[in-house]
């Protein structure tokens, strides 16, 4: 769309290399994108870990890696600094978007939320109900929160497949279950998978983030004034015994979100000054550069800074981070002699079934529930199967479910593997029943009923 403007105002004509490069970011735009890519990282970790060349596998990620200097310097391994270090980056991405959607996104107010908000606790509840029936009484009962999150990117890029077909109603419904059941899943981490508190770090952490806030409200909107102020606050998270990347989450929280300028303001204070006659005894260049400058940077604080890092961040996340994070820790090593006292076991298949059962039937009888009693209502244009359909794909728990079974089992690989196992197994029925069941029931056109459509835009 950049592109088209550009064209069209400006009769900006593209270089060959500024086409072909265009033309693969429009392929990559694609919402499936991310989604596809995070399946590939995991074919390439299964392949790699139980292929003759599997030691390396863990040779790589294992491998210690030193960031800092002298006395303070961290050691820890590459498998650390990506669950710990660029996830907390994802984190901060979840943040922002958080933050967006209440504000002044789908979970603004009560009305909007409401169905999406029940129906993403039900998804919780169910699949740690499920989890809890396999593995009541043992030691592996304190993964009960593995199934209980729902992978974004994973979710909506198996919805994408179908296109045109998806009324826009049932994906808003679709990222705002996901971004409730979000900040669930960070209430899970705080609360259940926090370790021993060091109260001093703990109050160091809490002190940046006072700063940060303070910066906020001084409407100071330099975005590497955050980011280098994080820098410490994860530190102090981390050796708090708090994970580090609920730091990312809360940082989120102190970006600011309204723009120092209003677009009103941008807009006519652009055209006059490109209006003014040219009266400068320079040559056109400087004049030239001296406006564009201008406009630059007015244009900076007519967009929000919470913005800014959304946009920057997504394509980091979506094609870096979640690979990365997917390639890291995907990599289950199964041997023949042990599959049976593999599959045998309450882990896997309480992460399995509480993905691929738990969710569908938290997410769908937690929205029937509240909808017969009159809390809420489905929105204009989406029927009951395409809620189920959805409900289904809510199973998708990859990224995240692979993260808090990282914490819920850092002592135990043995248990560990059986959960990602589990994860994969459960993550992967949802999708594939889950695109079978909406590919069943949305109408072939891809067309919305216009009174639907309208109901739910003034809604």
Known sequence: MHIELLERYYACERTPV??????????????????????????????????????????????????????????????F???????????????????????????????????????AIGGMLFPALVFTLFNHGLPTQRGWAIPAATDIAFAVGVLSLLGTRVPRALRIFLLSLAIADDIGAVLIIVLFYTTDLALDGLLIGFLGLAILWGCNRLRIHNLGIYGIISVPIWMAFLKSGVHPTVAGVLVALTVPIRPRMPWERFREGTIRLLSEPFLWDK????????????????????????????????????????????????????????????????????VALGLFLGKQAGVFGFSWVVSRIGIASLPGGVRWSHVYGVSLLTGIGFTMALFIAGLAYADSLLTLDEAKLGVLIGSALSAIVGLLVLWRVLPKSGTVPVGASLQHESA
């Open 18 to 79: 500024e086409k072909f490069r265009d033309e693969l970011r429009a392929v990559f735009e694609h919402p499936y994108v991310p989604g596809v890519l995070l399946i590939l990282c995991t074919i390439v970790a299964l392949a790699w870990a139980n292929s003759p060349w599997g030691e390396s596998y863990t040779a790589l990620f294992f491998t210690h890696f030193v960031v800092g200097y002298g006395d303070f310097a961290l050691s820890k391994p590459l498998v």
């Open 81 to 119: 600094w990506i669950n710990d270090g660029l996830m907390a980056i994802f984190f901060f991405l979840v943040g922002l978007e958080i933050k967006q959607e209440i504000l002044g996104g789908e979970l603004s107010s009560w009305k909007k939320a409401s169905l999406p908000v029940v129906a």
């Open 283 to 350: 040559p056109l260049y400087a004049y030239a550069m001296t406006v564009t400058e201008h406009v630059e940077q007015a244009s900076i604080q007519a967009i929000p800074p919470l913005y800014r890092a959304i946009h920057g961040l997504h394509g980091w996340v979506n094609y870096g981070i979640m690979p990365l994070f997917a390639l890291a820790n995907a990599g289950v090593r199964v041997e023949l002699e042990g599959l049976g006292e593999l599959l045998n076991s309450p882990v896997l298949w309480g």
